[in-house]
């Protein structure tokens, strides 16, 4: 915050001021950053614990902040890839089993899913094969 506000022009004291009150009134808070981007990152974007962590970096929350607040649960990804496929076969129910199985592989992979988690969600469908 300091940074920006420094970028934009504003004098040390002014920034000092505003980053004293900013603090006091819970504004600067990374930890409450954190949970609200982590719930944002798994209920609305359905990402894996890998996919949500990458969005906190980018929003130029602390790694170890970020350590803190996501924890290393597989069942959490694993639930949220059942989720996403139940949306996304919606609109790939008119397809082909491999495009529907290639498709839902793809798109769990760029959400940032292991691909032994997408293997294990996969598998419960008919869409699974051993090759992928």
Known sequence: MRERLRKKGFFADIITQTVEA???SGFLDDTALAENL??????R????????????????IPLPVIDT????????????AKRL???KMKVLKNYGPEIIRRRLYN???????ASETIR???????FYKEDI
Not at 107 to 113: A, N, Q, W
């Open 120 to 126: 294990t969600v996969l598998k419960d469908n008919i």
């Open 69 to 80: 607040a996501i924890v290393d649960d597989e069942r959490t990804d694993i639930e949220n």
């Open 45 to 60: 974007k359905m990402l894996s614990r890998n996919g949500a962590k990458q969005y906190m970096l980018s929003r130029g």
């Open 85 to 87: 496929v139940e949306k």
């Open 22 to 24: 900013l603090r006091k």
């Open 38 to 43: 982590k719930r944002e990152a798994f209920s």
């Open 107 to 113: 798109v769990l992979s760029r959400r940032g899913y």
